[in-house]
């Protein structure tokens, strides 16, 4: 998320950097921003409640609202086979609201202001997980999936307003969220899934997510770009 914010800066945009809890994390993200007129805005994306009053914050705090970047996740292990059921579905709940319809309202509430402004983009950040599962993490994957069908769904939706959708499906990113991972036993095995003999880095999937929001032609809405280094390619 903090490189997306730098990137979109980078290119010249007005940026609105969203944090839950984090505030210290979010300022210093603010800081590291080209320009001097970005933003912050609070919100638990999980409250069904909290995505209509902060995309109306960030517009009344910019003045507009050109591109809508759906970047934050949560990722629980609940393996199947070592997880009691309360647990099971709390970590069920827990990831479906953020991951999934966290975006879902949030594209709600900015499409209504990109129709009356006439036109936008909505940038969702997935995952490969989506397509290869995630066996420790059920929930995740599916959210993820979920979240593909929801890009796509709203890219046919949205076209006629002028609103063009794009969906991310990144790999093993070195983001915060799968540093204790990486850094664990499976590290060396997860590098090796890519001929790269690396995983991403935040900068790789930043610069993806800018060229889609500034760059990228209306006619690729709906696509899911598939940023993982080769290390799970579909069909």
């Known amino acids: 998320g903090r490189e997306i914010a730098v990137a979109l800066a980078h290119r010249g945009a007005t940026v609105v950097v969203h944090?839950?809890?984090?505030?210290?994390?979010?300022?210093?993200?603010?800081?590291?921003?080209?320009?001097?007129?970005?933003?912050?805005?609070?919100?638990?994306?999980?409250?069904?409640?909290?995505?209509?009053?902060m995309i109306d914050e960030a517009i009344e705090k910019t003045g507009r609202l050109d591109v809508l970047v759906n970047n934050a996740a949560v990722y629980e292990f609940h393996?199947?086979?070592?997880?009691?059921?309360?647990?099971?579905?709390?970590?069920?709940?827990?990831?479906?609201?953020?991951?999934?319809?966290?975006?879902?309202?949030?594209?709600?509430?900015?499409a209504q202001w990109m129709i009356k402004s006439g036109?936008?983009?909505?940038?969702?950040?997935?995952?490969?997980?989506?397509?290869?599962?995630?066996?420790?993490?059920?929930?995740?994957?599916?959210?993820?999936?979920?979240?593909?069908?929801?890009?796509?769904?709203l890219a046919q939706a949205l076209a006629p307003h002028n609103i063009f959708v794009y969906a991310i499906a990144p790999g093993f990113i070195e983001t915060d969220m799968a540093a204790m991972v990486l850094e664990g036993?499976?590290?060396?095995?997860?590098?090796?899934?890519?001929?790269?003999?690396?995983?991403?880095?935040?900068?790789?999937?930043?610069?993806?997510?800018?060229?889609?929001?500034?760059?990228?032609p209306g006619y690729l809405t709906g696509c899911i770009i598939d940023a993982n280094g080769a290390s799970y390619l579909r069909t």
């Open 119 to 153: 036109g936008g983009r909505i940038i969702n950040i997935t995952s490969r997980g989506a397509f290869r599962g995630e066996p420790d993490a059920p929930a995740y994957g599916a959210s993820k999936a979920a979240l593909n069908a929801c890009s796509q769904s």
């Open 185 to 216: 036993p499976q590290g060396d095995a997860i590098r090796a899934q890519s001929p790269l003999g690396r995983v991403g880095s935040p900068a790789e999937i930043a610069e993806v997510a800018s060229w889609l929001a500034v760059q990228a």
């Open 19 to 53: 944090y839950n809890g984090n505030r210290e994390m979010a300022l210093a993200t603010l800081a590291k921003l080209e320009g001097g007129s970005h933003v912050l805005v609070q919100a638990d994306l999980s409250d069904v409640n909290a995505a209509g009053p």
């Open 79 to 110: 393996p199947i086979a070592a997880t009691s059921f309360p647990d099971w579905q709390k970590a069920w709940e827990n990831t479906i609201s953020t991951n999934l319809l966290g975006p879902a309202h949030l594209s709600f509430h900015a």
